[in-house]
Structure formats: C-alpha cells, structure tokens
C-alpha cells in the first residue's frame, strides 16, 4: 500500500513538472501568474484550516507568520548570502524551507502564552501579532524598511509552489489521520471532554500553531521568490482576513474544500476585473451568497472525496 501511494505521489510530482514547461510555453504570463497565486493561496488555506477549522482557534494573524516566512527566505538569498548556491534552485529550495522553520518558531512564541485563551480574545491575539511583525519589517531598515526588498531571485513557478501544495496536503491529511490528528480534532469538538480523557489540550494547541505557521512561512517564501519584491503592504490585516475567508467558504476543518476556497478568492477579483467599479461590490455578494446557501462552507467537515462516496452510496 506504501508503495502505491509513494508510485503516486511520484507521478503526480512528473506531471506538475511536465505540466510546468507546457503552461510556459503555451499560457499567458497575466494567466500563469494568476495560477500560480492561487497555489499560494490553497497553501495558505490548508494550514490557517488546522488551527480555525480542525483545532477550533480563531487565529487572524496568519499574515504575520506569512510575512515572516517571506522576509526569513529573502534575506538567506540576497542580504545575508555568503554563498553563491543560494542563487540556486536547490539553494532558494533550502532558504524556503528555513523561512518555514522561522514561521514555526513564530508560532510557538506566539501559541505557548495564548494557551489559555480562545476565540475572540485568541484573535486579538494574533491580530496584534500580525502588526506588529508588519511595523517591525516597516521600520528595519536591515530588512528594507518601508522600501522593501528587491532584488530577490525569481525561482518560485508553477513546479514549485505546486509540489507544496501537494506537499502540504499529503502531510496535514496524514497528520489529521494520525492519533495527533484525532486529538487535535477532540480539542475542537470538546475542550473538557477531551482534557478528562487524558489528552494535553496545551501541547496540542501548541502543535497545531507550529505546523500551521511552517507551512504559512513556506508560502510566505514561495510569494517572495516569486515576486522577486515584498515589501509591508503585502501583509496587512487585510490579508489574513483574506486567508480566513478561504477557510471559511470552503468548510472549516476539510481540506479539499480550503484549496477551493484558496482558487475561489483568489480567481473571483480577476475574473471581475471587466465589471471594474462594482467589483469590489460583486465579490462580497458572491460571499454572502455562498455562506446563505452553504453556512457551513462548501465542504463543511467533510472532504470532497467523502461526499461523493455518500452520494454513490445513496
């Protein structure tokens, strides 16, 4: 069974890379781009899914860890380089990677002393932690400032962002499956029945920050490097609002339905582009359409695989 999933998890790796010259060669690069942003964005979604939707927090900081991912990665590869090899797409793979482990460490010092806090008072939280990692890029002027970075080597396309996307899904979907995921889910269900069956509500809440904020940061680093300029504005407030829409419109605690709600805000702004004025009046109609007809998101709970078994089998 291993080695069938290992055999497809190969092939779908070979074709997100033949798939990446085709798209290259024969899309636009308005369109390619387009694409590629809706990777970050299922990105985004799948790991703000495990604290909001699978853990039962309500982070609105997500940001935050975005931006420190960012700003980690793109100084490996242009402040800080000691090294040609960061030049690299092994080199910028390996300062992605770090701006994740970054963002986890975010995590942590931002998850250990809001253990004891929940819903509003836990967004208030993280809010407060997204700004003031925002106004710490805004006034170091070691990390650019109000300027921002340029100059950061454009390695990051379709490939790359999406065999994460692939990558983050394999490995929360594992995780969620695991007797760590369970009980992450348990702290969501019931906090004190969870904590009379013997379960550490603490280490768990803990968990679910540090892997949410890595793979945040591992978006973060493939924003930056595929900008190849980040500056503060890119993650504002409004940002992780956005994030926390994707989370919501695709059902809270399902995956599959965060990577729809991931290419749903990010592709309805550009496919409303010709209704320029009523744009922005457009897009939150749709919104709250959605959530009249589906209060629970698209997916709710459930995975998309899920609800096609129950409609087979009924």
């Not at 985004?44 to 960012?70: E, K, R, Y």
């Not at 990692?133 to 100059?151: K, T």
Request: charged content about 10%; aromatic content about 12%; glycine content about 12%.
């Amino acid at each position: 069974m291993k080695i069938i999933q290992k055999s497809i998890l190969l092939i779908i790796a070979l074709a997100i890379f033949g798939l990446n010259y085709f798209l290259e060669d024969n899309v636009d690069g308005y369109v390619l781009r387009v694409i590629i942003n809706c990777g970050i964005g299922m990105i985004l979604a799948m790991s703000l899914n495990l604290i909001n939707g699978c853990a039962g927090q309500f982070s609105l900081g997500h940001a935050g860890f975005m931006g420190v991912g960012a700003y980690a990665s793109a100084l490996i590869t242009t402040v800080l380089t000691l090294s040609p090899f960061f030049k690299t797409d092994l080199g910028v793979g390996c300062a992605i990677l770090t701006g994740g482990l970054a963002a986890a460490v975010a995590g942590y010092l931002v998850g250990l002393p809001s253990l004891r806090l929940r819903g509003d008072y836990l967004a208030i939280v993280t809010l407060g932690f997204g700004e003031i990692i925002r106004i710490c890029f805004l006034n170091f002027e070691q990390v650019g400032g109000a300027r921002g970075l340029p100059g950061i080597p454009r390695v990051a396309n379709f490939f790359w962002v999406y065999l994460w996307v692939v990558v983050t899904f394999v490995a929360l979907l594992r995780l969620l499956r695991s007797s760590y995921g369970r009980a992450i889910l348990s702290v969501r269900e019931n906090e004190i029945a969870a904590e009379s069956m013997g379960i550490n509500i603490a280490h768990y809440k803990i968990v679910a920050f540090v892997i949410s904020s890595f793979f945040a940061g591992i978006a973060g680093g493939l924003f930056a490097h595929f900008q190849s300029f980040i500056d503060p504005n890119s993650f504002v407030f409004n940002k992780s609002v956005e994030v926390v829409i994707m989370v919501v419109i695709g059902g809270m605690g399902s995956l599959s339905g965060a990577m729809l709600g991931g290419i749903i805000v990010t592709l309805l702004p550009e496919l409303l582009r010709a209704f320029d004025n009523y744009r922005m009046v457009i897009f939150p109609l749709i919104l709250i359409i959605l959530m009249l007809v589906r209060p629970r998101g698209i997916f709710g709970h459930k995975e998309i695989w899920e609800l096609f078994r129950k409609k087979a089998s009924s």
